[in-house]
């Protein structure tokens, strides 16, 4: 009895803890990235819908997280879903990417007053053992997971490193996006978000030294 009740708890504690991934997770929108949340310790990234069609900051950010980490895509697995998730394969080097499938359950999310047109829960209706199962049978790559969040990059990080409200500051900021093989024109908030993203401090420290050598 003693032995069936440890292997539930060990059950449980296994079910409640985080999936620590390697990839960056593309989700469609910010449901569903609140939703992926409670399951995943890692980098979650929206799409925006389709709006990721036009958006070519964006698309640039995931073509380098894709060539420093790789990406996994979870889109919804309506028509709108598929959409996406074809545009992104074909817009992103072959081999950097893997794909996760919820599967087709018909229902509504709460927040929502109708069902969608094609009546299917999308990622956010999911119950969370569900996106475990996807991401598990999408074969993510692991990672130890964090004791305690990451140093960020901050504003003053960016002040101090002469990228923002200096002399200059605008053509070290496109030395450092040529850099990180992003748009030259970023103004710095966007460039810090990217660099978050991209990076993390001891890296953006060691790049920021040898751009920039006094």
């Known amino acids: 009895m003693d032995g069936t009740r440890n292997a539930d708890r060990a059950h449980d504690q ?3 803890q985080k999936i620590a991934v390697r990839e960056a997770i593309i989700v469609e929108g910010k449901y569903d990235k609140i939703k992926l949340s409670a399951v995943v310790d890692g980098l979650i990234i929206e799409t925006g819908g389709f709006r990721i069609f036009k958006d070519r900051e964006k698309m640039q950010m995931l073509r380098e997280l894709a060539r420093r980490r ?3 895509i979870l889109t919804d697995s309506d028509r709108a879903g598929f959409v996406i998730r074809g545009y992104l394969r074909g817009a992103i080097p072959e081999g950097s990417i893997r794909n996760a499938y919820i599967p087709d359950i018909l229902g509504k999310e709460r927040r929502k007053a109708a069902p969608s047109k094609e009546g299917k829960l999308g990622v956010e209706g999911m119950e969370l053992q569900t996106l475990r199962d996807a991401l598990e049978r999408a074969g993510v790559t692991p990672r130890a997971p964090q004791e305690r969040p990451p140093r960020r990059v901050t504003k003053t990080d960016f002040y101090e490193a002469g990228l923002s409200g ?5 053509q070290r900021r496109a030395r450092l996006c ?4 992003l748009p030259e024109n970023l103004s710095a908030k966007g460039l810090l978000e990217m660099v978050n993203v991209l990076m993390d401090f001891e890296e953006y420290r060691q790049t920021v030294s040898r751009l920039f050598k006094p």
């Open 178 to 181: 040529r850099e990180l093989s």
């Open 14 to 16: 296994r079910a409640n």
């Open 166 to 170: 200096g002399q200059g500051s605008a």
């Open 70 to 72: 790789g990406l996994l």
